[in-house]
């Protein structure tokens, strides 16, 4: 199909009848009309007051989009779901068998990090579309939306998310009811998917998916699927994407609405789909532009807050920025590996290869936009609501901003132990050890162990606190909980 066909069925015949109709709602939306026309103001405020509740702005229709559209094939039905609970091990198969469907519901709600859509009273998740015939498909906020200080966050980086043992446990049901498997569970056979909760080997799904499209986007069934280095990453929170100009950790890739929709990489989606739903991802782009980071919840001292501005912006500011009401400056810094001394896999694991294949493809428009190559570190990232978006780092191995500034006593091992925030530390309440307990024998169990000796999960390098006084480290905790 060539580049002109791309975009000829956007608005085209394939068109959905509904975004249509959203189109003509919009384009009547007496809001955008008052500042033409001014003359008809007063009769334009009564129809809008008459008409408001059509009236939806891009973010919005964004959100909706993503918590009620499903752009892949769906994982499992709401039976499977609900029978999930006669695959778990004691005594928490008893307990469930024991529980009311409610809180059975609660219960794997829990078990698979899955939270509540804030202001909805049905019982959805944030994380999956769930259609009204009761098919469940995962949504960006399987990784991107999640909990911070026990309340659910849509942008919040979901730490507790655990899509390895979710698939694991929907298989081993699926086989039981007898129903047929889906992409998930025969894909994470070849694949791992994450070996720690809270983190996911997301980035070479991507690359994975990629191997078999040619640069528009046509599935190439016959490829050899490439060597890949398998790794988790703990997904990033979208309130920091309007602040930046380019995506990721090694910020290889200009900021678009196409970079979006690597997501629906899955053969049921061909190069149609893309360009079809492409205007949809733009309404998920404003949506994401217009987040911003939830304020800190608990008690902050002021006077040590301000104490430690200054030694931030001694210390810290050259990479990450400056904060405050004007809003601040975000120098989107290149920080070599040398320098930042973190765990390389990441920048390894991303080839040249890998880039310029995105580059040239319809992600990159063909080569168009600012890609690059050969990145040689990782970009320090904004630290707006940075008190909500624990753990740190990439790899997601450092708990708290406590243990990012006294990085000599950042636990080798650690475990969650609480749903709510640690407010000395700032960040998860955590277990601390020295290695995965042999009680853990399941790898369930051991999922739950972030340990930080193993492949791509150091919580190594960043330094940089460590030119601070004991005084000036308190001082700058308390700052970095009112960013
Ligand atoms: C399986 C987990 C997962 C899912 C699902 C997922 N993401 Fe991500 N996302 C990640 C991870 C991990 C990263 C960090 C990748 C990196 O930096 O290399 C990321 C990075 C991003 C970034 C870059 C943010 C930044 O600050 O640089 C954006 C934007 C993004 N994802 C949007 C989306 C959208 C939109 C969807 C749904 C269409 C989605 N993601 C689905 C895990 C996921
Ligand atoms: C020389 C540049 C540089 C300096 C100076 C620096 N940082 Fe960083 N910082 C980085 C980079 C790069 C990363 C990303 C590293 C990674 O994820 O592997 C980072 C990551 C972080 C993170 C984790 C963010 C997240 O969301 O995971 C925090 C918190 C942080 N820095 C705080 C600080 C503080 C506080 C200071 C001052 C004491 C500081 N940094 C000084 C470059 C710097």
Redesign the pocket.
Known sequence: MTLAGLFFSASGPSMPVASRLRDLTTSVCPLAMIGHIRVFVFVLLISLLARGAYCETAAQRGYRHLTERAYLPADFDQETFDQLWQVWPEPLRQQAAKATPRSRRDMAFKRYGLTYRPGDTTGRPLQYVVSASGEWTMNCFACHGGQVNAHSVPGAPNSAYALQTLTSDVRATKLRLGKPLARMEVGSLFMPLGSTNGTTNAVMFGVALMAFRDPELNIMRRRIPPPMIHHDM?A??WWHFHRKKNLY?DGFAQKGSRPLMQFMLVEQNGPEKFAEWEREFQDVFAYLESLRPPPYDGLIDRALAENGRI??ER??S???GTYGLDGGEYPE?M?SLA??G??PVRLRALNREHRRAYHESWFGKFGETDVVLEPD?????P?DG?WA?A?????GS?PT?WH??NPARRPVVWRRSGTQLDPDRVGLQVEELTKVPRSAKSSVDRRAYFDTSRFGKSAA??L??D??SRDDKLA?LEY?KTL
């Open positions: 703990d990033p929170p950790i030694a931030f210390v810290c050259e990479c990450h810094r920080v320098e930042v973190t765990d570190g990782y970009v320090a990232p630290l940075v978006s753990p740190y780092l990439h790899n450092v901003l990012i500034l390098g960043h940089f606190a030119e601070l700058v970095l």
